[in-house]
């Protein structure tokens, strides 16, 4: 069996989000259909990411196994072919047989974008969030870099995340202004996320963008460990998972 | 009364183009029932350029008469309050009683995208359209050329056109190139332009680059005044109404 990895991008608008879900388009489900119509059989594809309902993408990576000895090219060419045009494989290649996409992922990254301006373009509505009444970025970008290295992000996963282990260090946790002083851009690299995790430190952070928090209470609303600590968790159509990180060479 | 002037934007992905039709979507249609409900009555808008299905703009004008004493800020947040978030009005104000946004404009601006790339981005590929097999922009800019000045472009204007005097005179037709060199743009500036003019260009532009036709042939197909001299329409999803120009001060 061949392993092939992919890099994904999408707009996730129209979906219920990445993963598999009965009677529901989900980027998995579209490409697990469409690779198995190219390839013949059923196949069970392995994401690295898996991103919630509206979330964009610009660098998934996927797995799967297959016998099939199509070049990668060709798969990637014939998938583009017959995917909606929102979903996009950028790359097809062959990996190392023990290659997961899911497991082996060492980091990812993530932006989140916010509009301050009076107008939202059309042309960027669906890939941003307006925020009505100022949003200063500098108190966001000293409340953002509590954020950096080693903590217990219980306080920003949803609720209901059931995961053990809600330790994860985020190495790059960084606010951005567009040239235009328009779009405020949150830019986040960890080595996991928990559910929700993004969207709920970019609603506490537009909390304090708008005074509304104080920047320095993030180091308080991590000890308290408890989801109600924290801001609201930010619209999905902000989102994009940007890259996924594997280790030295691949 | 007075006389209302906006600048609109839009995706116009999902409408059936700026000029009212019954039963169908339209960005008139939209907008006259809006600011209908706004400001109570019947309202009808003159738009500058009556784009087709599916072309977007991001700077197209319009204006309507009123009783209304709403001033101009209050009408432009109401509108996009309630407009799709497809249509934006970027601005309002009050204009000369003898504006007229469709007679009045001097010229206008329009950019056609073309992608040459190996995978076009789902966030890139409802404003661009995605040529296979090469585009070689350096012909296309020689070909471009040969439309500035004033000519008649009775073979570039749809065969059903049925305005009187094909004149037009050109004073901007530029290809360009991204810097990443996957994006080919043709802008195009002129004092009016024909039904379909702008998409018989980019069309004719495209089998110039793709090697099939000569760049220097433009001449003959100007000359022609014949629509089936020249390229096929190119798909309206590539074409942006980038600005309407008008006199000084306006």
């Not at 707009?11 to 390839?39: C, M």
């Not at 990637?76 to 790359?91: C, D, K, Q, S």
């Not at 995961?163 to 779009?183: H, N």
Request: overall charge positive; some cysteine; charged content about 25%.
């Amino acid at each position: 069996m061949r392993n092939i990895r992919m890099t994904i991008a999408y707009v996730g608008t129209r979906f219920a989000g990445w993963q598999v879900q009965p009677g529901r388009d989900t980027i998995q489900g579209i490409l697990e259909n469409r690779i198995g119509s190219i390839l013949g059989g059923s196949i069970r594809i392995v994401g690295a990411g898996r991103t919630d309902s509206g979330v964009h993408a610009r660098g998934q990576v996927a797995n799967f196994k297959t016998g099939s000895r199509i070049p990668p090219e060709g798969l990637r060419r014939a998938l583009n072919a017959h995917l909606p045009e929102e979903i996009r494989v950028l790359r097809v290649e062959e990996a190392e047989p023990a290659f997961n996409a899911r497991s082996d992922a060492r980091g990812k990254e993530y932006r989140y974008r916010l509009f301050r301006g009076e107008v939202l373009s059309p042309f960027q509505a669906p890939y941003a969030v307006h925020v009505r009444g100022g949003l200063d970025a500098e108190p966001m970008r000293a409340a953002a870099g509590w954020l950096l290295g080693r903590h217990d992000f219980t306080s920003f996963a949803a609720a209901q995340c059931r995961v053990v282990g809600k330790e994860r260090t985020i190495s790059l946790s960084e606010v951005s202004v567009d040239p235009a002083e328009e779009f405020v851009v949150y830019r986040v690299r960890a080595d996991g996320f928990l559910q929700h995790m993004v969207r709920t430190i970019a609603g506490t952070l537009v909390e304090v963008g708008r005074g509304r928090r104080d920047p320095d209470g993030l180091a308080a609303i991590l000890e308290a460990r408890d989801r109600r600590a924290a801001g609201p968790c930010a619209p999905a159509r902000g989102l994009v998972l940007e890259k996924v990180f594997y280790g030295e060479g691949s």
